[in-house]
């Protein structure tokens, strides 16, 4: 049997029955670690499939087994995620959120039906292969600590042993039919950063009686942002942002507190400490200085994500015997995170992307907007380039 073959013939035929479930899951979304109807949506579609080893791990996932001949030569597992987001979806489509206020704005939807459809087809290979397939449904993602986090605690990484990992993520800048591999350090970790900055507040017109929060936090915020023009490696990836400022005072009134929560990312652990050490000195010192004082916390978040090189260069490379040279691209360094990068700290893994732009249909939103939606199309490269890649790691 030429498994190439098959699998793409596979992927055309299951495409309208994919892009139905994938519009069933984003019509209803749930938010991350409360995917109980999507878990058990997802193992509904398992059973039907005929796959009966199925386990519960960090409370709504789901990890499933494909035993093929000789199932202990070597196990790849594949990844999906399923949760949402908090992000009312304005999109005029039959599949629109039916949960007020909560959207699947970044894939997952897409994720998960790829991955169902990537297991229907090789349960009906699994008498093609050696080895074993291992299904990881993730819940999650979007919300520390990392649903991966969680999994690998409760062992999803045994029980068998996994060998390698992938997984793949929508990508809004490229076009459907493309997808796109980078070896080596790909995405940032990140922190959360929250801040309090007290000072004494009182009326506007009399500011020598108080001690001004919104000043101290003016010369914090310059200041802050030294930690990557002056103290980072400049060929070290850095981003210090802060989105949220909130001072609740008036024309006339100096608030008490002013209140900031910010993200820190890079792509180097030692550097990463020490930005954190930094940022606190700086903060403590300026309050300090100015007759204040600050509460700075920083929430540890993902760690960066490498992708192995030589598996992600033979993924590449599997790619390019499945889809043609021209479909698949070169990746640049992402600075947003992906809890995908516990698993790559762990086994050798490849995170990869999937393309799903149509600008002629004017499916061009990023994700983590209320209008993203995707080129149904993309999911028949999803499903097929899964199913493809799990048989060329475990012919190894």
Same mark, same amino acid.
């Given at each position: 049997?030429?498994?190439?073959?098959?699998?793409?013939?596979?992927?055309?035929?299951?495409?309208?029955?994919?892009?139905?479930?994938?519009?069933?899951?984003?019509?209803?979304?749930?938010?991350?670690?409360?995917?109980?109807?999507?878990?058990?949506?997802?193992?509904?579609?398992?059973?039907?499939?005929?796959?009966?080893?199925?386990?519960?791990?960090?409370?709504?996932?789901?990890?499933?087994?494909?035993?093929?001949?000789?199932?202990?030569?070597?196990?790849?597992?594949?990844?999906?995620?399923?949760?949402?987001?908090?992000?009312?979806?304005?999109?005029?489509?039959?599949?629109?959120?039916?949960?007020?206020?909560?959207? +699947?704005?970044?894939?997952?939807? &897409?994720?998960?039906?790829?991955?169902?459809?990537?297991?229907?087809?090789?349960?009906?290979?699994?008498?093609?292969?050696?080895?074993?397939?291992?299904?990881?449904?993730?819940?999650?993602?979007?919300?520390?600590?990392?649903?991966?986090?969680?999994?690998?605690?409760?062992?999803?990484?045994?029980?068998?042993? &996994?060998?390698?990992?992938?997984?793949? +993520? &929508?990508?809004?800048?490229?076009?459907?039919?493309?997808?796109?591999?980078?070896?080596?350090?790909?995405?940032?970790?990140?922190?959360?950063?929250?801040?309090?900055?007290?000072?004494?507040?009182? +009326?506007?017109?009399?500011?020598?009686?108080?001690?001004?929060?919104?000043?101290?936090?003016?010369?914090?915020?310059?200041?802050?942002?030294?930690?990557?023009?002056?103290?980072?490696?400049?060929?070290?990836?850095?981003?210090?942002?802060?989105?949220?400022?909130?001072?609740?005072?008036?024309?006339?009134?100096?608030?008490?507190?002013?209140?900031?929560?910010?993200?820190?990312?890079?792509?180097?652990?030692?550097?990463?400490?020490?930005?954190?050490?930094?940022?606190?000195?700086?903060?403590?010192?300026?309050?300090?200085?100015?007759?204040?004082?600050?509460?700075?916390?920083?929430?540890?978040?993902?760690?960066?994500?490498?992708?192995?090189?030589?598996?992600?260069?033979?993924?590449?490379?599997?790619?390019?015997?499945?889809?043609?040279?021209?479909?698949?691209?070169?990746?640049?360094?992402?600075?947003?995170?992906?809890?995908?990068?516990?698993?790559?700290?762990?086994?050798?893994?490849?995170?990869?992307?999937?393309?799903?732009?149509?600008?002629?249909?004017?499916?061009?939103?990023? &994700?983590?907007?209320?209008?993203?939606?995707?080129?149904?199309?993309?999911?028949?490269?999803?499903?097929?380039?899964?199913?493809?890649?799990?048989?060329?790691?475990?012919?190894?």
């Amino acid at each position: 049997m030429d498994l190439k073959e098959h699998i793409r013939k596979a992927s055309s035929d299951l495409l309208s029955s994919v892009t139905q479930l994938r519009r069933q899951l984003h019509a209803n979304p749930e938010l991350s670690f409360k995917e109980f109807k999507t878990a058990a949506f997802v193992e509904e579609e398992l059973k039907a499939i005929g796959i009966s080893s199925i386990q519960t791990l960090a409370n709504t996932g789901r990890v499933a087994l494909i035993e093929g001949k000789n199932p202990g030569k070597r196990v790849v597992a594949l990844r999906a995620d399923m949760d949402a987001l908090p992000i009312t979806e304005q999109n005029e489509v039959p599949y629109k959120s039916c949960n007020e206020g909560v959207m +699947h704005a970044c894939g997952h939807d &897409v994720h998960t039906s790829s991955l169902l459809g990537a297991a229907r087809i090789l349960f009906s290979l699994r008498d093609h292969f050696e080895g074993t397939v291992k299904l990881v449904f993730q819940p999650g993602e979007e919300k520390l600590p990392g649903g991966a986090s969680l999994m690998i605690k409760e062992g999803v990484l045994k029980n068998p042993g &996994v060998h390698t990992m992938l997984g793949q +993520h &929508v990508m809004p800048l490229l076009p459907a039919g493309k997808v796109g591999f980078r070896p080596g350090l790909y995405m940032a970790s990140t922190d959360e950063i929250y801040v309090t900055v007290k000072g004494k507040g009182g +009326h506007g017109a009399m500011p020598h009686f108080n001690i001004d929060p919104v000043m101290i936090t003016a010369q914090m915020l310059t200041a802050l942002q030294q930690v990557v023009s002056r103290h980072a490696n400049p060929t070290i990836p850095s981003v210090l942002s802060f989105g949220k400022v909130i001072a609740n005072g008036a024309t006339n009134v100096i608030p008490n507190e002013v209140y900031l929560e910010g993200t820190f990312r890079t792509l180097d652990e030692k550097w990463r400490a020490e930005a954190h050490r930094l940022m606190v000195k700086i903060a403590t010192g300026i309050a300090e200085s100015m007759g204040g004082s600050v509460d700075f916390k920083i929430m540890k978040g993902y760690p960066f994500l490498k992708n192995d090189e030589v598996l992600t260069k033979t993924a590449k490379q599997n790619a390019i015997d499945y889809l043609g040279a021209e479909q698949v691209v070169d990746l640049d360094i992402w600075m947003a995170a992906e809890d995908f990068s516990f698993y790559s700290q762990e086994v050798p893994s490849c995170f990869y992307r999937l393309g799903t732009r149509n600008e002629a249909r004017g499916i061009v939103s990023s &994700v983590h907007t209320p209008t993203f939606d995707i080129d149904e199309s993309a999911l028949e490269i999803g499903m097929g380039l899964m199913a493809w890649q799990a048989v060329c790691e475990l012919s190894k």
